[in-house]
């Protein structure tokens, strides 16, 4: 059965970094385009960032554009994000998620099959 796990989440103060994992078993996520998403009190579950299965396209938000990173790693079957100058409002639960082979629907949650269970990020002012 296929299972995400994520780690790297924590509390920080605003302008500082955090680096999210996301490791993957029971299957291989080689031929999917995977991605994060983050949920936040009183909000819709809403699209950080995706990257396809090759890691040659990568989709951002505009609220993180510039700021976050996302990359992977096909042969260790982890997907990451890396988080600089974070703000009060990226205080969310962050999700690692992945779609079926070869699926392109970036940044739609419906379109994500497999999801971790979150992990909670949190930055004070």
């Known amino acids: 059965q296929a299972q995400l796990v994520e780690s790297g989440g924590g509390l920080v103060q605003s302008g500082g970094s955090l680096s999210l994992s996301c490791v993957a078993s029971g299957r291989t996520f080689g031929s999917s385009t995977m991605g994060w998403f983050r949920h936040a009190p009183y909000k819709e579950r809403e699209f950080v960032a995706a990257?396809?299965?090759?890691?040659?396209?990568?989709y951002y938000a505009d609220s993180v554009k510039g700021r976050f990173t996302i990359s992977r790693d096909n042969a260790k079957n982890t997907l990451s994000l890396q988080m600089n100058n974070l703000e009060p409002e990226d205080t969310a639960l962050y999700y690692c998620?992945?779609?079926?082979?070869?699926?392109?629907?970036?940044?739609?949650?419906?379109?994500?099959?497999?999801w971790g269970q979150g992990i909670q990020v949190t930055v004070s002012s």
């Open positions: 998620a992945a779609q079926g082979p070869y699926g392109t629907d970036w940044s739609n949650r419906y379109a994500y099959t497999y």
């Open positions: 990257i396809s299965w090759t890691a040659g396209r990568r």
